[in-house]
């Protein structure tokens, strides 16, 4: 898992073969997301707000499953 600059999320992994993000936030909580594209993956990344991003585009879009 990447590590990146968050105040609610704290490591992100995408599997770019299963489609599948995996969200660690900063309260220990962590969530795998299936359907997320690479391009998906890549605009959250590149996002100014990791926290902000995912919330307004993948939290609505696709359903997490708690790890």
């Not at 660690?24 to 998906?40: I, L």
């Amino acid at each position: 898992m990447q590590e990146v600059k968050s105040s609610s999320i704290s490591h992100i992994h995408h599997d770019s073969q299963l489609k599948q993000l995996t969200v660690k936030f900063a309260n220990g909580g962590t969530y795998t997301y299936d359907g997320v594209s690479a391009d998906e993956h890549k605009a959250l990344m590149e996002s100014p707000s990791i926290g902000k991003h995912f919330a307004a585009h993948v939290r609505p879009k696709y359903k997490g499953k708690k790890q």
